[in-house]
């Protein structure tokens, strides 16, 4: 079984933090994604990576960064933690077509 | 955005009785996927179409896809208060020669009383 996981399920942090988010991943998938995902929005695509140090912006990209310097592991990094940026945040990996997400992120930015 | 749509937002039913729910996309595609999400959890997998199948069955579950109108349909038959949960659409899209990524609909509320 694939198993993706997110270091916290919830997290509170203060306006202005510095917020990272950790997902890791024990399949060798070259691919993973972090998602967020608001009420009556669905999921939105902020950054994925197809490789170790390869990164490609989704359709919501602004004010949030990523780091992939192993293939295990993906880092949603929030520059300066905003209270628009309180979110579920969903990480993913691809096998062929499918992805496998982890439980999920609750952030809450106060 | 290439974010598609499902329809309807929500959908309340009694158990025994059948779920539609339908997805509309943008952008021409190689196949198109149906995910299920649990209350606060992360999204599972349940059925892929390739973009040359018309429909296809696993289970309880039929889905149908046109790809001249750009919409798909996922039917749930005989539902079950278990298949309380929010349905997703997923599509591929590139963004890159290098970057191909999942892109998921607003989702479909469902609900299953007994």
């Known amino acids: 079984d694939v198993k993706v996981t997110q270091s916290s399920r919830y997290l509170v942090k203060r306006t202005g933090e510095k917020v990272f988010l950790e997902c890791v991943q024990d399949?060798?998938?070259?691919?993973m994604f972090w998602y967020r995902q608001d009420p009556g929005l669905g999921l939105r695509l902020i950054y994925f990576s197809y490789d170790v140090k390869m990164k490609e912006k989704g359709d919501i990209p602004e004010g949030y960064s990523v780091s992939r310097e192993k293939k295990e592991r993906f880092s949603l990094i929030l520059e300066s933690a905003s209270t628009n940026q309180t979110s579920m945040y969903l990480c993913?990996?691809?096998?062929?077509?499918?992805?496998?997400f982890g439980q999920g992120t609750r952030l809450t930015v106060v | 955005s290439q974010q598609g749509e499902e329809d309807p937002q929500a959908l309340s039913i009694q158990e025994g009785e059948n779920a539609t729910m339908n997805c509309s996309y943008k952008?021409?595609?190689?196949?198109l996927q149906w995910y299920r999400q649990n209350s606060g959890r992360g999204l599972v997998h349940l059925i892929l179409i390739r973009s040359n199948e018309r429909e296809k069955h696993s289970g309880r579950l039929r889905v149908t896809l046109d790809t001249s109108k750009k919409s798909s349909s996922l039917l749930i038959t005989a539902s079950r208060a278990a298949d309380t949960a929010s349905y997703f659409c997923a599509t591929d899209a590139e963004f890159s020669q290098a970057g191909t990524a999942l892109i998921f609909g607003k989702g479909t509320t469902l609900s299953v009383s007994s």
């Open positions: 993913a990996t691809l096998r062929n077509t499918e992805a496998f």
């Open positions: 399949m060798d998938h070259e691919n």
């Open positions: 952008t021409s595609i190689n196949n």
